[in-house]
């Protein structure tokens, strides 16, 4: 496949790999980019999500995420019909003169065949997928997880499910597993290593895709979602469950005692015992990656290795009973009191 010839790139993510940032550069010049010959449809419907083929993912699996459904409440997701929202998302492609981008990082393995044969068979395409150590991904998606109320359970459970199930609604870091299925389906699927190119990953990515560099393309900032460590058990320490208004109230509550404090912290939850189950499950998996990459001179990049341990870890029970936590979670529930006093002041008012 010759670089830049038209085709179909496919973007599955995996989520906590940067595909957001990915996502609101494609968007931010759409018309530069369709000048040097890379198309990025947008369905009007859910325009303000950053992955243009959310949609299109959630149709194939019928789970919404709680985020997609609070986002857009009138969508019956079971009524989306995958074949019409293919023929949209490809109605205005010039086909014989520029490449498409499909990108939503809630594409799953089992979505592979289906998508295959959902899109034109005569079509060049070509699948990419980031990966990153499961360690450091499953604290970034964890993170993500809980700043969304989408789970309310701790993390050595959360590992638990991701390492026994086979996934559906939640991405389960099996990337072989990932690899294998959109290979076989699509012939080929390319993977980046997030944490070789995390300096910049949409050169990465146009490189994957087979697309040429756009010169002079807007960049955008890739902004900082996730809670630091203060923020983090704060949330975790909440009564569940808990409606998403409260939650909210919570959440804006803990963030802006961070910034009163002066708190930015990221640290680690993995326990010994959690990176050893991580090592058990996706060791093997890992290597049969690599094995078929020709990247066993690396091995490194997936390697999960329980003995190095990083100074970063939080043992919660002793974060919990420190005095910097009990200062912080002093002033979190004072503001929140605050608020939800006159957010509920507001609503009788409105009545």
Known sequence: MAANSPRIVVHIGAPKTAS???QRRLRADPNRLRKHGIYVPVLPVVAEMAGNAKLLATALSRRPSLTFQRAFPKIDVSALDPTRLVAELLRDWQADS???????????????RRLRELLPKTAQCVVVLFVRRQDRWIDSYFN?????????????????????????????????????????????CKV???????????????????????????DIDRAQVSLNVYELVYLLDLKTPIDYPEFHLRRAASEKASRRLGLHETRSL?????????????????HRLMTALGRNNN??????????????????KEFYASESYARYRELADAIYTRRNRRHRFKALFKR
């Open 192 to 218: 980046v290593f997030y944490d070789e190119v995390a300096s910049d990953v949409f050169s990465a990515f146009i490189a994957a895709a087979g697309l040429e560099p756009v010169p002079d393309l807007i």
């Open 270 to 286: 993995l326990s010994n015992a959690d990176l050893e189950r991580l090592r058990s499950r996706f060791e093997a998996s890992n």
């Open 98 to 112: 520029e490449s498409i981008v499909l990108s939503a990082e809630n594409f799953r393995p089992n979505h592979a």
């Open 144 to 188: 993500q997880m809980v700043k969304t109320n989408e789970i309310n359970e701790d993390l050595g459970t959360f590992v638990a499910r991701l390492c026994d199930t086979d996934g559906e609604r939640l991405c389960r870091p099996d990337w072989f597993d990932h690899y294998e299925a959109w290979r076989d389906a699509f012939d080929n």
């Open 299 to 316: 091995p490194t990049l997936l390697r999960l290795d329980i003995s190095s341990v990083s100074d970063s870890y939080c043992d919660l």
């Open 20 to 22: 957001t940032y990915l």
